[in-house]
């Protein structure tokens, strides 16, 4: 089958088109002017603001002019991950989409349903000249994944709707009222690089296989962290005289790491012993995360030694502060019943020419537990001599279960589909708490199709669930008061 001949026809053609638009987070020039084109050849009015956030406004339909504005959200950027023997440019090529069923997933990379489902449904909504709705403003916002400077630098005044839908939520029966708030973690630190001693044998260590995942949807399932995983079998090397020489761990902070490598060298009357502790202790590790990591491998190559290696002082307490470093969940919520309260992501490890970074994201829909953890992050890199950084912090966004636009909602997918919703809070980041800064008034909610495997290769979005998507959206337009 032809994606575009999907039903809903309008949001499948339209998420073709968006797909089509290389789209990373921080380089989104094109996308804005997709969007900006988009909204012209319509007529409609648009402009993008000062940052580079799309608002395309439509008026409302005839006998709806009595009500409220709507403001419909979503975020233009995308989470850029592939598999390591896919050979795709992300900066280049559009997504390369297939259908499995009732899935629609990308060929080894991302899909961009995260939030390109969101705004898919916008474009169909504005284009149409068939569906009733009162006057709509689209914002269409970027940087949602690596900082959410597009809902940051929006400034007061920009928005008219009273009302907004953020279509940014992953599960098909969930009506979002909350969401966590994060902080970037970076601890940094020089090493003085050593000459490789003479007779070294060369091994790199990979761990790969791993499925990885959103770090705040995804942190509660016990999923394997490639770089935690690294740093226990480097950790047997303390014993060994091992000396690294480079490692690469990790890509972004909001995904789960899947793959780690590592190149060290040992000295050879040491390396076949090393070399049989770190092969055991790999199949321990692949015997506790059978469950959750059925394709876990971790290989041993022997490649070149290196010639600059680093000195075992700086070795021992880096290997030391990640070991100590938290990853996973910290805390669940005591106010609502299985959330992740507070949790830590160790996202990004990066060794090589003498510096060391290690990344992560901190994220708690409780501020001043997300500062907690943050500081002891900070302790245990400060006491192995790293010098460590915050940034890049988001507030959470605190329900409001007696919410009018909630109301409206819930009884909009009762009245559809026989059932009652889930109204939850979320341990991902919604750009809904940062808006609300500025637009304290604005009555939120967030909901969305079924996407699984966000900010992985494995990503997919349910075929079935767009639909029921679909149909509640075009139903909650007509509700609203």
């Given at each position: 089958m032809d994606i575009n001949t999907l039903e809903p026809t309008p949001v499948w053609s339209n998420f073709s088109k968006l797909n089509a638009v290389p789209r990373p987070s921080k380089k989104e020039e094109r996308v804005i002017s997709f969007?900006?084109?988009?909204?012209?050849?319509?007529?409609?009015?648009?402009?993008?603001?000062?940052?580079?956030?799309?608002?395309?406004?439509?008026?409302?339909?005839?006998?709806?002019?009595?009500?409220?504005?709507?403001?419909?959200?979503?975020?233009?950027?995308?989470?850029?991950?592939?598999?390591?023997?896919?050979?795709?440019?992300?900066?280049?090529?559009?997504?390369?989409?297939?259908?499995?069923?009732d899935w629609v997933k990308a060929k080894g990379t991302t899909l961009g349903a995260d939030n390109g489902m969101g705004v898919a449904a916008i474009m169909a909504l504005?284009?149409?000249?068939?569906?009733?709705?009162?006057?709509?403003?689209?914002?269409?916002?970027?940087?949602?994944?690596?900082?959410?400077?597009?809902?940051?630098?929006?400034?007061?005044?920009?928005?008219?709707?009273?009302?907004?839908?953020?279509?940014?939520?992953?599960?098909?029966?969930e009506i979002d009222i909350g969401c966590a708030g994060g902080i970037d973690v970076t601890a940094t630190?020089?090493?003085?690089?050593?000459?490789?001693?003479?007779?070294?044998?060369?091994?790199?260590?990979?761990?790969?296989?791993l499925t990885g995942g959103h770090s705040g949807m995804d942190i509660h399932r016990g999923r394997?962290?490639?770089?935690?995983?690294?740093?226990?079998?480097?950790?047997?090397?303390?014993?060994?005289?091992?000396?690294?020489?480079?490692?690469?761990?990790?890509?972004?902070?909001?995904?789960?790491?899947?793959?780690?490598?590592?190149?060290?060298?040992?000295?050879?009357?040491?390396?076949?012993?090393?070399?049989?502790k770190v092969n055991k202790l790999s199949e321990q590790i692949k015997a506790e995360l059978s469950v959750q990591e059925p394709n876990l491998i971790i290989e041993l190559t022997d490649v070149k030694p290196a010639k600059k290696v680093m000195g075992l002082g700086a070795q021992e307490k880096f290997i030391k502060a990640v070991y100590a470093a938290h990853n996973g969940?910290?805390?669940?919520?005591?106010?609502?019943?299985?959330?992740?309260?507070?949790?830590?992501?160790?996202?990004?490890?990066?060794?090589?020419?003498?510096?060391?970074?290690?990344?992560?994201?901190?994220?708690?829909?409780?501020?001043?537990?997300?500062?907690?953890?943050?500081?002891?992050?900070?302790?245990?890199?400060?006491?192995?001599?790293?010098?460590?950084e915050f940034s890049g912090a988001y507030p959470g966004w605190n329900p409001n279960p007696n919410s009018e636009i909630l109301t409206i909602v819930k009884n909009t997918y009762t009245d559809l589909f026989k059932e009652e919703p889930r109204v939850v809070a979320c341990h991902a980041g919604l750009e809904c708490g940062i808006l609300g800064q500025n637009y304290p008034d604005i009555d939120m909610v967030s909901f969305g199709p079924t996407i699984l495997?966000?900010?992985?290769?494995?990503?997919?979005?349910?075929?079935?669930?767009?639909?029921?998507?679909?149909?509640?959206?075009?139903e909650i337009l007509k509700n609203t008061n």
């Open positions: 969007m900006l084109e988009f909204g012209n050849k319509l007529g409609l009015e648009t402009f993008s603001d000062e940052i580079g956030n799309v608002i395309i406004r439509k008026p409302a339909t005839k006998g709806m002019e009595n009500k409220k504005m709507i403001t419909l959200q979503s975020h233009l950027d995308m989470v850029h991950q592939k598999n390591a023997d896919t050979v795709f440019d992300f900066d280049t090529q559009g997504i390369e989409m297939f259908i499995d069923e504005l284009e149409s000249d068939s569906i009733s709705h009162p006057a709509l403003e689209a914002l269409f916002t970027i940087d949602e994944e690596t900082g959410m400077t597009g809902a940051f630098e929006l400034k007061a005044g920009v928005l008219k709707g009273e009302i907004l839908l953020n279509l940014d939520t992953e599960e098909d029966d630190r020089k090493y003085n690089e050593k000459d490789g001693s003479h007779g070294d044998a060369g091994i790199e260590i990979t761990v790969k296989g394997g962290n490639a770089n935690k995983i690294m740093n226990r079998l480097l950790f047997l090397g303390l014993d060994y005289n091992v000396r690294i020489s480079s490692l690469n761990g990790g890509s972004l902070r909001n995904a789960i790491p899947r793959e780690s490598v590592c190149k060290l060298n040992v000295g050879r009357k040491h390396a076949d012993k090393f070399m049989k969940v910290y805390a669940m919520s005591g106010a609502i019943d299985d959330l992740v309260e507070t949790s830590n992501n160790v996202a990004k490890v990066e060794v090589e020419n003498g510096k060391i970074s290690v990344g992560c994201l901190t994220r708690s829909s409780v501020d001043t537990a997300k500062l907690d953890l943050a500081n002891s992050l900070r302790s245990a890199f400060e006491l192995s001599g790293f010098d460590v495997g966000a900010h992985s290769p494995d990503e997919r979005v349910s075929i079935s669930s767009v639909q029921k998507f679909w149909n509640l959206l075009l």
